[in-house]
């Protein structure tokens, strides 16, 4: 059983993790397109994958955001619809969850 303090740090370890990446999606996002147009194909293809990819990491981020916001208010581990704990089972595997798994549902 992990105690808050150690959830708290692995959220924020991957925050870390998330920022620096976002700042890879976006550094090739801004990249000069080639001007060959079969490569700009190919490369409108990958920027729409990166950008799904990058919008993807964002609402992770935000969702970490929100628990971090939870721990400091001594929330974290309850779900924020009906107020019941969430299992460790279910913080393991997704630690910046807001809800349980029945109101997940």
Same mark, same amino acid.
């Given at each position: 059983?992990?105690?808050?303090?150690?959830?708290?740090?692995? /959220?924020? +370890?991957?925050?870390?993790?998330?920022?620096?990446?976002?700042?890879?999606?976006? !550094?090739?996002? $801004?990249?000069?397109?080639?001007? $060959?147009?079969? !490569?700009?194909?190919?490369?409108?293809?990958?920027?729409?994958?990166?950008?799904? /990819?990058?919008?993807?990491?964002?609402?992770?981020?935000?969702?970490?955001? #929100?628990? /971090?916001?939870?721990?400091? +208010?001594?929330?974290?581990?309850? %779900?924020?619809? %009906?107020?019941?704990?969430?299992?460790? #089972?279910? /913080? +393991?595997?997704?630690?910046?969850?807001?809800? %349980?798994?029945? %109101?997940?549902?």
């Amino acid at each position: 059983m992990k105690t808050t303090a150690e959830r708290e740090t692995q /959220l924020r +370890d991957r925050m870390v993790e998330l920022h620096a990446h976002m700042h890879v999606i976006e !550094d090739a996002l $801004d990249e000069r397109p080639t001007p $060959d147009v079969e !490569d700009r194909a190919v490369e409108r293809e990958s920027d729409e994958v990166l950008e799904g /990819l990058g919008n993807a990491e964002l609402l992770e981020f935000r969702t970490i955001e #929100a628990a /971090l916001v939870r721990v400091t +208010d001594g929330e974290y581990g309850l %779900c924020v619809n %009906c107020g019941d704990k969430i299992t460790e #089972a279910r /913080l +393991d595997v997704l630690p910046a969850t807001p809800k %349980c798994q029945k %109101c997940a549902t």
